[in-house]
């Protein structure tokens, strides 16, 4: 799913999650019997322009204009 969210100047990834687990979170929860704000931190992995953001960074990493973020499970192999 792709999805383009406006934010207010000066908001952090963990204000874009916030809002994400807003809009969609309860869908998520039927499914999966926990938050999607937890999932976020636990079982997703968080990349803003390519890179991957530690959950420990999501609050004190800003967003700019046109910024890409990208919400991936991790993917295992064997």
């Known amino acids: 799913m792709h999805s383009v ?10 204000d874009l999650l916030t809002l994400l687990s807003e809009r969609y979170g309860e869908e998520f929860e039927r499914e999966n019997k926990r938050t999607l704000k937890d999932s976020f931190r636990r079982d997703f992995n968080v990349y803003l322009k390519g890179k991957q953001v530690h959950p420990s960074d999501y609050s004190r990493t800003k967003l ?12 295992g192999g064997g």
């Open 5 to 14: 969210v406006e934010m207010i100047d000066n908001s952090t990834l963990e």
């Open 64 to 75: 700019q204009d046109q910024d890409e973020v990208a919400i991936v499970p991790p993917v």
